[in-house]
């Protein structure tokens, strides 16, 4: 069974950057387009990016825009964000996650399998 696995997460000060990977183990992302999620304490999760299986098209939140970067090795079954300028507002704990066929790439419902989570967290 397919299982995912972020890693890459870590503390940094604002303005830095990290770049986080997500694996597939067990299997490959085959032709899934993959999302990034992440969730702050006390707020709802939410998305960052998504690319499709063949990495040409990408999304971004408009808080990430010009800053975060998603891009995939389908031959390393891997998903990575880069993330640039990093902001304290960036703190959160950061989610690969499988995108089913259809529905939206905003949309967590439309994500079928999710990683456990990495954390970053950006001090001032």
């Known amino acids: 069974q397919v299982q995912l696995v972020e890693s890459g997460g870590g503390l940094v000060q604002a303005g830095g950057s990290l770049r986080l990977s997500c694996a597939a183990s067990?299997?490959?992302?085959?032709?899934?387009?993959m999302g990034w999620f992440r969730q702050a304490p006390g707020k709802e999760r939410e998305f960052v990016a998504a690319?499709?299986?063949?990495?040409?098209?990408?999304l971004y939140a408009d808080s990430v825009k010009g800053r975060f970067t998603i891009s995939r090795d389908n031959a390393k079954n891997t998903v990575y964000l880069q993330m640039n300028s990093l902001k304290p507002e960036d703190t959160a704990v950061y989610y690969c996650?499988?995108?089913?066929?259809?529905?939206?790439?905003?949309?967590?419902?439309?994500?079928?399998?999710w990683g456990q989570g990495t954390q970053v967290t950006v001090s001032s």
């Open positions: 996650a499988r995108r089913q066929a259809g529905g939206s790439s905003y949309a967590m419902t439309d994500y079928d399998l």
């Open positions: 067990g299997g490959t992302f085959g032709y899934y387009r």
């Open positions: 690319i499709s299986w063949s990495g040409g098209t990408t």
